[in-house]
């Protein structure tokens, strides 16, 4: 009955949609996973210590919330990365059209980007199966690296596909409105983060990698790739507190401690005076509100008004941060350049990058005082890039976690600048006060089981404990 | 089929012939409102086996079942509503005569001939000839030893003459029918299955809003759960447990034919104890006093003829279709007045404060002149030089671990905010508990009902109008709930074997202030029990907002800033953030029937149900933007229906009853819409173009349509041996073409063995069933070809989303095949009966989202997978006890089921796998509690964390916290065994009875004891001092010596509570309940006489009664449903439960 066969196709819903529709979807969906409260807040920025939770300490205490930890893995999945994939199958049909080589490579050096983001995340994670829902629902676990070397792979081959004189997006790009030379730079600087991260597994690799990049990278703030979100909703960026307040966190002492000594010009941007006392003060990480000495939340300082502003940016990636892998490549002997300028220039890029986005005087002798306070001291170089390059990351808790578990960081001169959970680690397999990974969402224990089971052994044990391949320390 | 019970046209004259009326007495237990399997011994004639309305006019004609009704015996005193005992006095009697024979011609002297209206007797002489003085309307029963009874209205003066029917084993014979599929009506003894009938009283005395909740406890096999503090919330109706493993498993409604759609459309976040509104089902339309009875049909041979949509066994609700008294025009008006209660709430502790880490914070006068009237308005001076000060209780923080309640003064939330001129500015209040802070929060509701109908018929047709409203003020401030219907139903015979039929029924619904579920603000337990401070004074509360227009909370940001913490206060919630809703719903039918000949007749049928529904939910502009969401749904099924009935005899041993047809079913439905965003620009105006910023449209359409043709045949050999069969084809649009056709055939036996063993003295009854069927399911619209979803577009650029679920152009429908036999049994002249059922079904090519792992690019995918069985045992006993002939009478009806379902299997032959767990549902907040579908597990497990034990120890880590395990099996959600003992006694025109109903096993995880207890509200905080000494939790190191640290009140329930170990929170929702009783009394008929009442019945009732046993604290473990979706056994901070006590008062002119 032809009738009924018809009447079952959705009149009201498209079946097709183009590329710069899933283009603007996959970028807007990765941020909007990538800078939730959720994720980034109870996740990434307790990991990386920027925060801690007010009421919800347990969080604080790697007490993973799962929902959390699924909605992260299944957004960048199902919908950021499968857009991405759909653009690249879509556009396979039209090979030889105008735009569509360039359409490719920005969607390749986006999946480039999250594919490492999930492998930093978890260790191995399915990639080489990932995608094929018609036939594989149960798709394989690769190892990370090799993830990474074959995304370094398709950055190199994206470099060379990226075409200035073809069109690419006209529409749908938020992040660098089809400009091809832009995303050039980026996978050129989405290559040195990789490079880095494996600098301490893979040193020969990053070397190569990174001395044959570093000169295509990203030089400026302008360059930077950031997703700028609007006011206006639901295109606000996620943790805004135009619609509510957010009381969920409390800036950390780490951070409050350390910018507080430092008289960093940061400070204002990075946290807001506490309500009651009107000072800027940092809740000690991991605290349980059932000490007595414990304040109400109104005497602790919140995250500032930019970082829960409608409009702050969702930060890919930043060009302060290619400094300071530069600065980190050169201190451990590759040939790109002094370590001491990379640094300097690292810190003024991100003096100005808030300056200007918070529209705050900084003014120059103020970053200069600022430098003399924290010199570059080769001999202490981990510890004097890793505690800038983390400041200069806030917000950005994936990189900066991401950062703290590789380079084990402390303050210049060797104090410990991170602390235990002051309520002490609910998660029995966090021995060093800090997870170095996320364990696999819950569900694949049972739609992927032996997949899962499988990428458990290989990553050594699905615990929040466990070290991935990059933590050599 | 009989969609109308056509009247009027049976007269006296024409039962004449070779009538064998199968005689109407309702069963002893009628009077406890269900009727099970009634007991017919009658040896009925096919032509009384079915349901064919008897428009024909020749003498085959039987009276319909429910037409003719006995008195209530003299050695019983039962009150049978609607059963006026007697009819209007007329004048004009004349002298009725005829004659008494059996079924083979033979005339029988001595019968008795009782004029039940005049309260006169007769004999039958030698030839079986009698007289006696009637009129027309008078009532006459016929009563002769080793015979059924008759009873027969008079219609016309003329003879009027009996045949009698041998009643089996020298029994008293109980004829009746009962309604089956389609509304075929059949004898009892020919069905071969489970059915069971429930009298319309059974919703209409002891009243539910929603009728559908009175039926808890009184049908075997059928589960019914509801939150009676969710003004109209949602029920869930399962018969014969959960089938399905993701689709819906609620039952199915027909009422007079007309499918019911009963869609709960309630958010997403709903189900599984997130926020949101419970808009309830839409059943509660119907009007509870329509009704005449309801049907039960359980297994699958019972329902294989509504093919698909049988698939979870069918309630079919018949209405009243003609007056309560028995001729001319009745009236009858009813009045129904109830209070309700809150029956339990949960045990707070009071002698803690709201706050944290048991301390207040200060305020000096030094530092904040600004925050105090003076210098001596403070209350302290430590004299240590920094002044005076005051004591603040930690406003922000929504939990009493604060100070002790120990009478000190402090600046309670209400003392700041000069700049609004408040009066109460700088005062100070006593730091002390308000234990009935939460109970004085609820008020009393009431809810009166009306109702009026008025019918009437004659030899042509007949007809009833009823009109009823209901108005329900809540329990909670600024709740009610408004409902009006209207019904219209009549038939006629517009020539000789051409009976036009027609139903209309309207409603209007309009709701104001439901309360808010699960974990969302406008749920008042959110801050009386999950969250909150305890010392609140409930009467300070009241004043809820400022003359400026702006909220008073008490959960202020600080003391210089009024703005909300996370909670609202309640009076804000009740009268600022609230929702409204309303539904105009209309449903009924028209058709023809048709006598072609004496064998053959025809029915065509236009079923129409239609309704919209209008949503609206507010929260209003202050600190908070605000916010309007308005859904507008339509819904509208049509159904066109045409049967032919065949009716035979073959020679004097076999019967044949047939209906052959087919039915076209087309649905609709849309959603429109939508929600401001950014904030409301004008505060307190609620409209979509009020909107900050444009508002996103909420625009959906479905549509659906199946074609089926069905037949059924029922043969019968000398009434004691049956065989049914049936057959339906469908063809569905929801499935893609090659797979959307499928049939459905069921087969059943029915033998009445006592008609062999007359003998047998002790053995009134006695009939074995069997029967196999096979029905299935479709698919909801749409899950054949993949779309992509609306994404409003970011800053002018448009987003493509996939839609997370695949679907699947390869979808077949789901099959069901089930076994059941059982046996009926009556014994010791009726005083016990017996009626037991097995069943066994199997599942299987479930139509599931099975759920996928997310790098295959999506998070699930239409599939057919996944077989389950379910197997049990329904038993339901009859006794009665005590049968005096001074008219006292004490029945027992008790039914109990036992229902064991189990996932036999998840495997997905579409991609050559099997899981071995699906997840159905995981709660919001702790994300560790799913319910769960695991192969070789039942249905409804639930999964989360446990303690890790040693040697059957519990395990602390160094901390002395217990430490949780890796995610195992915790518990099911659904019960052993259900059950419910109504016990009634009789005398004089007086009864009472009293329902217990009762749930053994099942659990469920409780977030009013997770949080109530992590918050520091409830009692459990702070028995055995443990706030004062802190507590070493009974445990073992990891390597076995005992523990020994101490450790906080607060902390024990942060990190031993169910946040980290599921089994902390985890209870047993096994409950003994007195569900309801009810007291009733025929008044004397001279009390109501002189207003020309014909019968006048009162009764006082009560519901939800007494919780005689619960092994779970703080809430009613009959009382947690969040919805009615396959989410079970999370409570997600349930709405105290209601006690309701009413009188009703029917009165029948």
């Known amino acids: 009955c032809k009738k009924l066969d018809d009447m079952n196709r959705d009149p009201t819903r498209p079946t097709t949609t183009e590329p710069q529709y899933l283009l603007t979807g996959a970028q807007k969906s990765a941020m909007d996973i990538l800078y939730n409260g959720l994720q980034n807040g109870y996740i990434a920025s307790h990991y990386a210590q920027y925060w801690s939770g007010n009421s919800r300490f347990v969080d604080s205490q790697y007490q993973l919330d799962e929902g959390n930890n699924t909605a992260l893995w299944n957004t960048l999945y199902s919908y950021s990365l499968h857009n991405l994939d759909a653009i690249i199958k879509m556009n396979s049909t039209k090979a030889g059209q105008p735009g569509v080589g360039n359409q490719n490579a920005i969607a390749h050096i986006m999946r480039a980007w999250l594919f490492q983001v999930l492998a930093d995340t978890y260790g191995n994670i399915p990639y080489t199966q990932a995608f094929q829902n018609e036939t594989n629902i149960t798709p394989k676990y690769d190892d990370p690296q090799a993830i990474y070397n074959s995304l370094l792979d398709t950055l190199q081959a994206q470099i060379g596909i990226l075409d200035a004189s073809q069109t690419s997006y006209n529409t749908g790009d938020i992040i660098y409105n089809g400009n091809v030379d832009s995303w050039k730079r980026l996978a050129h600087s989405l290559m040195l983060r990789m490079a880095i991260r494996m600098a301490d597994a893979n040193p020969q690799k990053a070397k190569q990698i990174i001395e044959a990049h570093y000169q295509q990278a990203i030089t400026d703030n302008g360059q930077s790739a950031q997703f700028q979100y609007v006011d206006a909703v639901p295109n606000r960026y996620p943790q805004n507190d135009k619609d509510r307040p957010i009381i969920d966190f409390a800036v950390s002492t780490t951070l409050m401690d350390y910018m507080a000594g430092l008289d960093d010009p940061r400070l204002p941007i990075y946290a807001r005076p506490s309500d009651a006392e009107k000072k800027f003060v940092g809740l000690p990480y991991g605290w349980s509100t059932s000490d007595p000495a414990h304040k109400s939340d109104a005497f602790y300082s919140a995250p500032g008004k930019q970082i829960y502003s409608a409009t702050m940016p969702g930060i890919l990636m930043g060009y302060p941060e290619v400094e300071f892998i530069l600065a980190e490549a050169a201190a451990r002997g590759m040939n790109v350049g002094d370590a001491a300028t990379h640094y300097t220039n690292g810190i003024k890029a991100s003096m100005h990058y808030w300056r200007d986005l918070s529209k705050t005087t900084i003014t120059e002798e103020d970053i200069n005082a600022y430098i003399a306070k924290v010199p570059y001291t080769a001999a202490d170089w981990k510890n ?26 402390k303050k210049p001169g060797g104090q410990p600048l991170f602390m235990a959970p002051k309520s002490g680690v609910l998660d029995l397999s966090v021995k060093d006060g800090v997870p170095y990974r996320l364990t696999y ?16 052994t290989a990553v050594g044990g699905d615990l929040k404990g466990t070290k991935l391949w990059y933590n050599k320390f | 089929s009989a969609y109308a019970k056509p009247e009027g046209y049976l007269t006296a004259k024409l039962l004449q012939a070779d009538t064998t009326v199968p005689v109407v007495i309702k069963p002893a237990a009628a009077d406890t409102s269900i009727k099970q399997k009634p007991d017919t011994a009658s040896k009925a004639l096919p032509t009384q086996d079915t349901s064919k309305p008897k428009q024909d006019t ?17 050695d019983t005193a039962l009150i049978l509503p609607p059963d006026p005992a007697t009819a209007k006095s007329e004048v004009g009697k004349f002298s009725l005569t005829g004659n008494v024979k059996d079924d083979k011609g033979t005339p029988i002297p001595g019968a008795v001939i009782r004029n039940k209206t005049t309260k006169t007797n007769a004999q039958s002489d030698p030839t079986g000839n009698y007289t006696i003085k009637a009129g027309v309307g008078d009532t006459i029963l016929v009563t002769a030893p080793t015979f059924g009874e008759q009873t027969v209205p008079i219609e016309k003066r003329g003879a009027l003459n009996f045949s009698m029917v041998p009643s089996s084993a020298t029994k008293k014979v109980l004829g009746e029918v009962v309604v089956t599929a389609l509304g075929i009506k059949k004898n009892p003894r020919s069905v071969g299955y489970a059915i069971q009938e429930v009298s319309g009283s059974a919703v209409q005395e002891a009243k539910e809003v929603n009728f559908v909740n009175a039926l808890s406890g009184k049908v075997a096999g059928v589960q019914v759960s509801t939150n009676t503090g969710s003004m109209g919330g949602s029920s869930k109706i399962t018969i014969r447990g959960v089938k399905s493993i993701l689709g819906d498993n609620n039952a199915f409604f027909v009422l007079d034919g007309v499918p019911m759609m009963n869609s709960v459309t309630n ?30 049909l359980k297994g699958a041979a ?3 003829l509504y093919g698909s949509r049988g698939a979870n066994g069918v309630m079919l609700v018949t209405t009243k279709k003609r007056p309560d008294s028995e001729r001319g025009i009745g009236v009858t008006y009813s009045l129904n007045a109830q209070v309700d209660q809150v029956a339990v709430l949960p045990k707070y502790q009071n002698e803690y404060g709201g706050g944290a880490a048991g301390s207040f914070d ?42 002790k309640l120990d009478g000190r003064k402090v600046r309670p939330y209400w003392s700041w905010d000069k700049n609004k001129n408040n009066p109460f500015f700088g005062q100070t209040d006593t730091w002390s508990p308000h234990p009935n802070n939460v109970k004085d929060f609820y008020k009393t509701g009431f809810t009166l009902t009306n109702n009026i109908s008025m019918a009437g018929s004659n030899d042509k047709g007949a007809f009833r109008l009823s009109y009823g409203n209901m108005d329900q003020s809540f329990v909670l401030p600024n709740a009610t709930n408004k409902r009006n219907n209207l019904s219209v139903n009549g038939n006629y015979e517009i020539t000789k074997g051409v009976r036009a039929v027609a139903s209309v029924n309207y409603t209007s619904l309009r709701v104001k202030g439901r309360p808010g579920t699960g974990f969302t603000g406008p749920n008042p337990t959110l801050q009386f029990t999950m969250y909150g401070q305890r010392q609140l004074d409930i009467e300070q509360e009241k004043r809820y907002k400022y003359d400026d227009g702006s909220q008073i909370t008490w959960n202020r940001k600080s003391w210089d800033n009024p703005g909300i913490s996370s909670s609202n206060g309640p009076y804000w919630n009740r009268y600022m953030d609230y929702e409204t809703d309303g539904r105009n719903r209309i449903y009924g039918y028209a058709g023809l029937d048709i006598d072609a000949t004496k064998w053959l007749s025809f029915t065509g049928r236009v079923f129409m149900d239609d309704y919209n529904t209008l949503e609206e939910e507010r929260t209003a502009q202050d600190y908070l933007p605000g916010t309007y969401i308005k859904r507008v749904r339509s819904s509208r099924e049509m159904n066109y229906q045409v049967t032919a009935d065949i009716k035979k005899n073959f020679g004097d041993d076999f019967q044949l009853n047939a209906t052959v047809g087919g039915n076209v079913m087309h649905r609709l439905w849309t959603a429109t819409g939508g929600f401001t965003n950014g904030g409301l620009i004008i505060k307190d105006i609620y409209n979509l173009n009020n909107s900050q910023q444009p508002a996103t449209p909420i625009d959906e359409y479905y549509e659906k349509q199946i074609n089926s043709v069905f037949a059924t045949a029922n043969l019968g050999y000398k009434n004691f041996l049956f065989l049914d069969l049936t057959g339906r084809n469908d063809w569905t649009s929801t499935l893609a073409k090659g797979n959307n056709r499928y049939f459905y055939p069921s087969a059943s036996l029915s033998f009445v063995f006592s008609d062999l063993l007359k003998e047998w003295k002790w053995l009134s ?40 679920t695949y679907n699947n152009p390869e979808l077949k429908p789901e099959r069901t095949t089930e076994v059941e036999t059982g046996v009926e049994l009556k014994f010791l002249d009726n005083r016990v009966g017996l009626d037991l059922t097995y069943y066994r079904r199997v599942t299987k090519d479930q139509i599931i989202t099975l759920p996928t792992s997310a790098p295959s690019g999506y998070l699930g995918a239409y599939i057919n997978g996944g077989s389950v069985e379910n197997k049990g045992l329904e038993i339901g006993l009859n006794l009665n006890p005590i049968r005096l002939k001074g008219g006292f009478r004490w029945d027992i009806n008790a039914n109990i089921a036992f229902n064991r379902n189990k996932l036999l299997n998840l495997n997905v032959p579409q991609y050559n796998t099997s899981l071995p767990i699906l997840t159905i549902g995981t709660d919001r907040r702790t994300q560790k509690v799913s319910v769960v579908a695991e192969v070789g597990e039942p249905l409804g497990t639930i999964r989360g964390t446990d303690y890790t034990y040693l040697n059957g120890q519990k395990v602390v880590d160094s901390a002395g916290h217990y430490i949780p395990s890796e995610l195992k099996n915790i518990g099911n959600a659904y019960p052993d065994y259900v059950g419910g003992i109504t016990n009634t006694f009789s005398y004089k025109g007086f009864y009472l009875s009293a329902l217990v109903d009762f749930q053994h096993g099942g659990e469920f995880f409780s977030y009013t004891n997770l949080y109530g207890e992590k918050s520091g509200l409830l009692q459990s905080t702070v028995s055995n001092n443990i706030r004062e000494t802190g507590l070493t939790v009974p445990g073992v190191t990891a390597d076995g010596k005992p523990n020994t640290v101490n450790i906080s009140a607060q902390d024990h329930f942060v990190y031993n509570g169910g946040n980290r170990i599921s089994k902390a929170n985890l209870y047993d929702a096994s409950y003994i309940y007195l569900r309801e009783a009810k007291l009733g009394y025929n008044l004397p008929e001279s009390w109501y006489k002189k207003i020309g009442a014909q019968n006048v019945r009162v009764s006082l009732y009560g519901r939800n009664l007494w919780l005689i046993k619960s092994n779970a604290p703080n809430v009613d473990p009959s009382n947690i449903l969040n919805s009615a979706s396959n989410i079970q056994g999370i409570e997600g901070g349930a709405l105290p439960s209601l006690r309701s006590y009413g009188i009703n008062l029917n009165v029948s002119f």
């Open chain 1, 384 to 409: 004097v890039i890793g505690t800038q390059k983390w400041l200069a990351l806030y917000p950005q808790g994936f990189q900066a976690w991401f950062e703290r578990t590789r380079l084990k960081f």
């Open chain 2, 302 to 304: 019972a329902t294989a």
């Open chain 2, 267 to 296: 958010q997403g976040g709903q189900l599984n104890g997130g926020g949101g509104y419970d808009y309830g089902s839409p059943l509660q339309d119907i009007n509870p006093e329509d009704i005449e009875n309801i049907s039960v």
């Open chain 1, 441 to 456: 969402p819950i569900q694949e224990q049972t739609q992927n089981k032996a997949n899962y089971d499988a990428a458990a």
């Open chain 2, 58 to 74: 020749s003498a085959k004609s039987t009276p319909d079942s429910t037409k003719t009704t006995t008195a209530p015996k003299e």
């Open chain 2, 362 to 403: 200060t305020l000096y006068y030094n530092q904040h002149p600004e925050g105090f009237l003076n210098e001596q308005s403070a209350t302290y001076d430590d004299n240590n030089g920094k002044g005076r000060y005051d004591l603040l209780p930690k406003y922000a923080v929504d939990e009493s671990w604060g100070p």
């Open chain 2, 765 to 804: 009854f006695g009939k074995v069933r069997g029967s196999l069927a096979a029905v299935g399911n479709d698919a909801d619209p749409y899950h054949s070809f993949n779309t992509f979803n609306y994404v409003p577009p970011f800053n002018g650029n448009a987003i493509g989303q996939f839609n997370s």
